[in-house]
């Protein structure tokens, strides 16, 4: 398959702090990018998107930056709460065999302390 | 907002036996559905998509008869895991797309151990 990690890195913050997750894409030509967060048993919950023809964008508390040169996407988080602790995985949105379809990248895992 | 319905959340059967599990689109029709599998501690991983009434397309060493997809309407796709052993056991993933400007919608997935 594609984009399998054999093991989830790990960001360890403070609570307030501000967190980057970084993640590095592998097809130039895909064209849009989705930032998930995954809680312990659950689904992906989607947070921020961006198409590739924007290098950043804002939502509340989080920013995604896109450089498409090197193919790397980070998700910037604001003041680090506890409660954004959990899996965060890119997702590149990719064309297949005559269809669209979203490959995800390997996953950090934040661990936000009290 | 579009609402994804995954069943069961979680499954245990025996090993040999098949187990059956439904992704439906609530409120949206669905033209292309996907399954992930996720083992633990890894990302999800793309098995196969399927887009209504035509036949699934598997990413490169996803066995099609092992696993097999039904994309019968536009609102519902199966994924029947066949003759399961517990090497099967993982966390299935459904999402559901309504089109190229709609996104991707995540079900709540489905935890099956073949015992």
């Known amino acids: 398959g594609e984009s399998v990690g054999l093991h989830l890195p790990t960001l360890s913050v403070q609570e307030g702090d501000n967190s980057i997750i970084n993640c590095a894409y592998s097809n130039s030509a895909s064209d849009y990018f989705i930032w998930y967060k995954q809680e312990s048993g659950k689904g992906p919950q989607f947070i921020i998107d961006?198409?590739?023809?924007?290098d950043k964008r804002q939502g509340q508390r989080v920013t995604v930056l896109l450089n498409k040169t090197v193919k790397h996407l980070s998700l910037q988080i604001a003041a680090t709460q506890p409660g954004d602790s959990a899996v965060y995985f890119c997702?590149?949105?990719?064309?297949?065999?005559?269809?669209?379809?979203?490959?995800f990248g390997t996953g950090t895992r934040l661990l936000v302390s009290p | 907002g579009a609402v994804v319905s995954q069943h069961p959340s979680r499954v245990i059967c025996k090993s040999g036996t098949s187990v059956k599990i439904e992704c439906r689109s609530l409120d949206f029709q669905a033209t292309t559905m996907f399954w992930y599998r996720q083992f633990p501690k890894q990302s999800l991983m793309l098995m196969a998509t399927s887009n209504e009434g035509s036949k699934a397309t598997y990413e490169q060493g996803v066995e099609k008869d092992k696993f097999l997809i039904n994309h019968a309407s536009l609102t519902l796709s199966t994924l029947t895991v066949t003759s399961a052993h517990p090497e099967d056991s993982s966390f299935y993933i459904c999402?559901?797309?309504?089109?190229?400007?709609?996104?991707?919608?995540f079900g709540s997935g489905t935890r099956l151990t073949v015992v």
């Open positions: 961006i198409r590739s023809n924007m």
């Open positions: 997702a590149e949105n990719m064309l297949g065999t005559g269809f669209q379809k979203l490959v």
């Open positions: 999402s559901a797309s309504g089109g190229a400007d709609y996104g991707y919608t």
